[in-house]
């Protein structure tokens, strides 16, 4: 478990946290991961908590990048993340997403949505949350 309480930011690594076999990372009020992709979970499953902030680059990556099996963000009240798409969840991965924050895509790219699936998935919006994008939320499913 990795549990930003300050500042967890780097300007010319490609991720911030990066985890290759899953796990749990809980960011904090007041926390902050922000790197090119700013959190990115690769081949196993993992549940991210986030009260703080998570960026990723606004041009080309996203907030929180999952890939191969993916699993759950919560996004509280309170709790801001963004990048070219805001949650991007692809390449054979499922997940959820329950927002009571903000979670945003970049106003410097086209075509990009707050949540992003590759396969699909699950959106929980509640009261007070907001998504926000080209598409707030988008599916594109490969059917082969």
């Known amino acids: 478990m990795i549990t930003p309480r300050g ?14 076999a899953g796990g749990s990372v809980p960011n904090e009020s007041g926390g902050l991961i922000s790197g090119v992709l700013g959190l990115a979970i690769r081949y196993g499953t993992a549940a991210v908590i986030n ?5 990723g680059d606004p041009s080309t990556a996203a907030g929180i990048w999952m890939s ?13 993340i963004s990048g070219r798409d805001g949650v991007e969840i692809v390449n054979g991965a499922t997940g959820t997403v329950i927002n009571s924050g903000t979670i945003a895509n ?8 707050g949540v992003f699936f590759g396969n699909p998935g699950t959106v929980i919006n509640n009261p007070g949350g907001v998504i926000t994008g080209e598409y707030g939320v988008f599916v594109s499913i490969d059917t082969g």
């Open 106 to 113: 970049s106003v410097h790219a086209a075509s990009v949505a």
């Open 68 to 80: 191969q099996s993916g699993g759950i963000v919560t996004n509280n009240s309170g709790g801001f």
């Open 7 to 20: 500042r967890a930011s780097r300007r010319w690594c490609r991720h911030r946290i990066g985890l290759g």
């Open 51 to 55: 009260s703080g902030t998570m960026k």
